[in-house]
């Protein structure tokens, strides 16, 4: 597993994908390593709002992933030191499908993810996207998982 040259960090933007991203910057820091953001846009079938007329799905994908792209250069500037390689890319799909898939592509040495830490009917409806990816992934995966405060009651 080391040394870790390639780091892959999933993130939604959400408290627990943050402690992930800051996990990520920590082990870029201690390993030199290389960081690409991603960041995954959902099916339209599952993300968009039905007050959206479907003429206008186009538009509300580009506006999603510029919004995506503007928060990952944010979250670079933010997070991570200027003496490492870091770079952002956001992407559309299944979220566990486009993050084992760019982590072949890019030929990643780790990745690493948080988990919002569902359970009950919520993990049974929607599924964990870290678990799946843990599957999934042919390369190590360190999972940061959710405070019991994040965490919330079902």
């Not at 200027?82 to 770079?87: I, N, R």
């Not at 799946?132 to 959710?146: D, G, S, W, Y």
Request: charge should be negative; aromatic fraction near 8%; proline fraction near 7%.
């Amino acid at each position: 597993m080391f040394p870790v040259k390639k780091i892959l960090c999933p993130t939604d933007f959400s408290e627990p994908s943050l402690k992930g991203v800051k996990a990520a910057a920590e082990f870029a820091e201690k390993y030199s390593g290389d960081i690409i953001l991603l960041h995954v846009v959902p099916p339209a079938h599952t993300l968009t709002p039905p007050a959206i007329p479907s003429g206008k799905i186009i538009e509300y994908y580009e506006d999603l992933t510029r919004f995506a792209q503007k928060s990952l250069n944010e979250l670079m500037d933010e997070k991570f030191s200027k003496d490492h390689s870091v770079s952002a890319r956001v992407v559309q799909g299944n979220p566990s499908d486009e993050i084992v898939g760019t982590a072949l592509e890019e030929k990643i040495d780790l990745i690493i993810i948080a988990t919002h830490g569902a359970t009950g009917w919520r993990r049974f409806m929607f599924g964990s996207v870290a678990e799946k990816v843990l599957r999934m992934a042919t390369c190590p995966v360190l999972i940061i998982p959710a405070s019991e405060k994040e965490v919330g009651a079902d």
